[in-house]
């Protein structure tokens, strides 16, 4: 007697652990850039973003990033 045929599993959601930043860490892109400086933590709904400092040639700049697209600087 063949077997059923097996149904296919249900996808397992991903759960992503998201690194806590403070400030004055040091941060980078985890695609690559400048080292940059947490200024300041913003709490949103699902995750937490962040303002970070950087200098590119002695010129300060500043931006906010998603704390997924972080890593601690090495």
């Known amino acids: 007697m063949p077997h059923p045929p097996i149904e296919s599993a249900k996808p397992v959601p991903k759960i992503i652990i998201l690194r806590q930043f403070e400030a004055g860490d040091l941060v980078c892109l985890k695609s690559g850039g400048p080292v940059m400086i947490i200024a300041e933590r913003h709490d949103l709904w699902l995750?937490?973003?962040?303002?970070?400092?950087?200098?590119?040639?002695?010129?300060?700049?500043?931006?906010?990033?998603?704390?997924?697209?972080?890593?601690?600087?090495?």
């Open 47 to 74: 995750a937490p973003e962040y303002t970070c400092l950087w200098f590119v040639q002695g010129t300060l700049h500043s931006n906010r990033f998603p704390s997924i697209v972080l890593e601690a600087a090495r």
